[in-house]
């Protein structure tokens, strides 16, 4: 069963940055790609970057190009997001999700939240 | 791509039947998952390849649609499936949502 614990998340000033973790179990963590998705208290889901499962190809929304990086490590079983010069839009639950199958359908993580305030 | 749904919130009752609809900005296939979400959790799979039911979730749950229109169908609503439901294409990256629909009592 996928089991995805994410930490990290705390309230921390504009500008500033933030290293998020996902500790995955459960499955071949280092056989599957895996995603961060965010979702701004009372808004929507909002994938926000995608790594291969062996680092090789990554991908991230326009609205965070630039500022956050996806890694992992596979020896850990753990994805990371670094999320620099942060902004109060960035504020949201972020969750890790592990895609599989032909359709790459989402299994989640509980979330970790991040503040953005002065 | 553009996901957008209808309604964006919808007021039903126990036992009551309802669809929501999900439309595709251009052709997605059947790359299309549903999710639902209860506040302060997170999403949950219910739906995946527009029409195959995610195991241990409840055969009221039906969904439908490929290319560009997409239904996700809840027959005879149960006090549990008061929530927010959302719909995802996986079809091509930036993967994206629909903005989600508000299930109220």
């Known amino acids: 069963q996928v089991q995805l614990v994410e930490s990290g998340g705390g309230v921390v000033q504009p500008g500033r940055a933030l290293r998020l973790s996902c500790e995955a179990s459960?499955?071949?963590?280092?056989?599957?790609?895996m995603h961060w998705v965010r979702q701004a208290p009372g808004k929507g889901l909002e994938w926000v970057a995608i790594?291969?499962?062996?680092?090789?190809?990554?991908f991230y929304a326009d609205s965070v190009k630039g500022r956050f990086t996806i890694s992992r490590d596979n020896s850990k079983s753990t994805l990371f997001l670094q999320v620099n010069s942060l902004k109060t839009d960035d504020t949201a639950v972020y969750y890790c999700?592990?895609?599989?199958?032909?359709?790459?359908?989402?299994?989640w993580g509980q979330g970790t939240l991040v503040i953005v305030s002065s | 791509i553009q996901m957008t749904q209808s309604p964006s919130s919808l007021s039903a009752s126990v036992g009551d039947r309802v669809t929501i609809i999900c439309r595709a900005s251009?052709?997605?296939?059947?790359?299309l998952n549903w999710y639902q979400q209860t506040s302060g959790k997170a999403p949950k799979l219910l739906i995946y390849?527009?029409?195959s039911l995610q195991s241990g979730v409840p055969s009221r749950f039906t969904g439908s649609g490929s290319e560009t229109d997409f239904t996700l169908t809840i027959s005879s609503l149960q006090p549990g499936d008061f929530a927010t439901y959302y719909c995802?294409?996986?079809?091509?990256?930036?993967?994206?949502f629909g903005q989600g629909t508000r299930l109220e009592i």
């Open positions: 390849g527009a029409s």
């Open positions: 251009q052709n997605i296939s059947s790359y």
């Open positions: 459960g499955f071949n963590f280092r056989a599957y790609a």
């Open positions: 999700a592990q895609s599989s199958g032909r359709f790459q359908s989402f299994s």
């Open positions: 995802q294409q996986t079809y091509i990256l930036p993967i994206t």
């Open positions: 790594t291969s499962f062996d680092e090789s190809k990554k």
